[in-house]
T-cell receptor, first 118, second 116 residues
Framework: AQSVAQPEDQVNVAEGNPLTVKCTYSVSGNPYLFWYVQYPNRGLQFLLKYITGDNLVKGSYGFEAEFNKSQTSFHLKKPSALVSDSALYFCAVRVTAYSGAGSYQLTFGKGTKLSVIP | GAGVSQTPSNKVTEKGKYVELRCDPISGHTALYWYRQSLGQGPEFLIYFQGTGAADDSGLPNDRFFAVRPEGSVSTLKIQRTERGDSAVYLC??????????????FGSGTRLTVV
């Protein structure tokens, strides 16, 4: 079974400072990894994904994430936080190898609430 | 439409009643997913449609839950004999291709179901 852990329920950061939202995963096989953001009363919005290749992936709104296979992590980062980045962030994973039923579903973490303080 | 539309946005029902939640995906998207998000949790997979057929229903919690997509577009999630534990936000997502890494999902805003 695959699982995702987001160890921090909440992250607070001052505007203009770098931010990191942590994610670790557990899969039997090679992972596809995703970050989504959820604003209040809005649907989940895709930020970025790792499939293969360069371990550092860049996504929307200046966010990036680094895939670390040895640490089974995929932390989300941004060099300079904005107040408008305040939202709920979800890490998700799916296993690449086709295994019949369940192969396309995503497994999400519990989410991390990011608060950027002006 | 421009996005994934879910109706109603909020639904309050009494324990034991039957409810239907509707999802209208982006035109031309053949893959459709239902997820359930309980308070303080991430979304959990329920069911995946490819066209009209349910390709993976392994996430449905029990036989009170059922979903259809008769014409390969609009989908309806049906819950019979609702229980208080069914209270959650039900999210629908669609994509042009089945695999989320190929095309990304587009999620709707969800239906908040409250069972009293």
């Amino acid at each position: 079974a695959q699982s995702v852990a987001q160890p921090e329920d909440q992250v607070n950061v001052a505007e203009g400072n770098p931010l990191t939202v942590k994610c670790t995963y557990s899969v039997s096989g090679n992972p596809y990894l995703f970050w989504y953001v959820q604003y209040p009363n809005r649907g989940l919005q895709f930020l970025l994904k790792y499939i293969t290749g360069d371990n550092l992936v860049k996504g929307s709104y200046g966010f990036e994430a680094e895939f670390n296979k040895s640490q089974t992590s995929f932390h989300l980062k941004k060099p300079s936080a904005l107040v408008s980045d305040s939202a709920l962030y979800f890490c998700a994973v799916r296993v690449t190898a086709y295994s019949g039923a369940g192969s396309y579903q995503l497994t999400f973490g519990k989410g991390t609430k990011l608060s950027v303080i002006p | 439409g421009a996005g994934v539309s879910q109706t109603p946005s909020n639904k309050v029902t009494e324990k034991g009643k039957y409810v239907e939640l509707r999802c209208d995906p982006i035109s031309g998207h053949t893959a459709l997913y239902w997820y359930r998000q309980s308070l303080g949790q991430g979304p959990e997979f329920l069911i995946y449609f490819q066209g009209t057929g349910a390709a993976d229903d392994s996430g449905l919690p029990n036989d009170r839950f059922f979903a259809v997509r008769p014409e390969g577009s609009v989908s309806t999630l049906k819950i019979q004999r609702t229980e208080r534990g069914d209270s959650a936000v039900y999210l629908c997502a669609s994509s042009r291709l089945a695999a989320p890494e190929a095309d990304g999902y587009t999620f709707g805003s969800g239906t908040r179901l409250t069972v009293v």
